[in-house]
């Protein structure tokens, strides 16, 4: 198994850009995150899918992220337009259910926004 | 704000010694795990403690737990080189069992 896979590893753009942040769970892992890490705030959850239904989207920051999971397979988390605050380490995770709390990460994605 | 705090932030030692981490929370949990994060990496889960367990042993890791104080320490044993990462202590509440609450970490530097 792979592990999870998120893509791209780094990205550069500048500010008013779409950036869009792809993310494949491990297979069967039915639960899966989105968080944000920063030296400031350290690491906060953005939003959790349970079997692709988005059940937590209180930590999505503002109008300007979405996320969606079309599949068990594939997710995405979008940011329209972006700002250079947002520059930070975006990382999903998965977990197998809802009884089993360990959560495997990602590589993540360095996002930089100028 | 963030459900764990961790101290130290950073320390160093040397390759052999032991290496000891706390880690305290706020709320009252199912659980606590602790994580490690190598330098542009994802975290990694190393351990998982019940909250109605005191002590876990993992290897080389020593994960104990006190929810009377709210607290948790990782010790790694004859540390290596390797080792050096950063360290997260991450909790789920109560009253929500999927969400995880992470610390601050600690920034452990194991000189070779």
């Known amino acids: 198994d792979a592990g999870v896979i998120q893509s791209p590893r780094h990205e550069v753009t500048e500010m008013g850009q779409e950036v869009t942040l792809r993310c494949k769970p491990i297979?069967?892992?039915?639960?899966l995150f989105w968080y944000r890490q920063t030296m400031m705030r350290g690491l906060e959850l953005l939003i959790y899918?349970?079997?692709?239904?988005?059940?937590?989207d209180s930590g999505m920051p503002e109008d300007r992220f979405s996320a969606k999971m079309p599949n068990a397979s594939f997710s995405t988390l979008k940011i329209q337009p972006s700002e250079p605050r947002d520059s930070a380490v975006y990382f999903c995770?998965?977990?197998?259910?809802?009884?089993?709390?360990?959560?495997?990460f990602g590589p993540g994605t360095r996002l930089t926004v100028l | 704000s963030q459900q764990g705090e961790e101290d130290p932030q950073a320390l160093s030692i040397q390759e052999g010694e032991n290496a000891t981490m706390n880690c305290s929370y706020k709320?009252?949990?199912?659980?606590l795990q602790w994580y490690r994060q190598n330098s542009g990496r994802g975290l990694v889960h190393l351990i998982l403690?019940?909250?109605?367990?005191r002590e876990k042993h993992s290897g080389r890791l020593r994960v104990t737990l006190d929810t009377s104080k709210k607290s948790s320490s990782l010790l790694i044993t004859a540390s290596r080189a390797a080792d050096t990462a950063s360290y997260f202590c991450?909790?789920?509440?109560?009253?929500?069992?999927?969400?995880?609450?992470f610390g601050s970490g600690t920034r452990l530097l194991v000189r070779p």
């Open positions: 403690i019940r909250s109605n367990e």
């Open positions: 297979s069967g892992h039915n639960s």
């Open positions: 995770a998965g977990r197998a259910g809802q009884g089993n709390n360990e959560q495997f």
């Open positions: 991450a909790t789920d509440a109560r009253d929500s069992s999927y969400k995880l609450i």
């Open positions: 709320t009252s949990i199912n659980n």
């Open positions: 899918f349970n079997n692709n239904v988005p059940i937590d």
